[in-house]
């Protein structure tokens, strides 16, 4: 009887210190570096409807849910027409925006429809190892529609 308890009280142990050893392993691992896309611009090239656009960005966040990042305090689109060039800076201050430098986000552009579904003006792929490079400009196209997005990953 005794030994029994001395034989389950072992395997305890080592089943302990396998524990151990996976969560020492765990601590040796290289910590994330963080990296933040910076919206700059947007373009519009040609818009996708009528006279004008009512355009609104969202991005992909780390559990792949798409958050509207842009335009922010609150507004529902930005209305854009042919020769437009708006600021994006008010969109800056999301968290959706911050990404590991091993990590990538998409940015989608959409045109709201209050009557219908709205429309995706494009979309575009941003990797974090994009940090320290000089403004990206990336056209987006859809439903008629030719954007050109601006925007810096930048180290945080």
């Known amino acids: 009887m005794r030994k029994n308890r001395v034989v389950r009280a072992a395997a305890t142990a080592l089943l302990g210190l396998g524990s151990l050893g996976a969560f020492a392993g765990t601590a040796h691992a290289e910590p994330i570096d963080y990296?933040?896309?910076e919206l700059f611009e947007l373009h519009c090239?040609?818009?996708s409807e009528g006279d004008h656009d009512e355009a609104y960005l969202k991005i992909t966040d780390a559990n792949g849910n798409a958050v509207k990042v842009w335009p922010g305090n609150g507004i529902k689109y930005q209305t854009m027409g042919t020769g437009y060039v708006r600021s994006m800076a008010d969109g800056n201050g999301n968290a959706a925006?911050?990404?590991g430098k091993e990590q990538a986000r998409t940015l989608t552009l959409w045109d709201y429809d209050s009557?219908?579904?709205d429309d995706k003006l494009g979309a575009t792929l941003v990797t974090g190892s994009e940090v320290g490079a000089e403004t990206q400009w990336r056209t987006v196209e859809g439903s008629g529609g030719v954007y050109v997005i601006g925007y810096r990953v930048v180290d945080i």
Request: aromatic share 0%; no cysteine; proline share 0%.
């Open 45 to 47: 090239q040609q818009n």
């Open 97 to 99: 925006l911050i990404l």
């Open 35 to 37: 990296v933040k896309i």
């Open 115 to 117: 009557t219908s579904s």
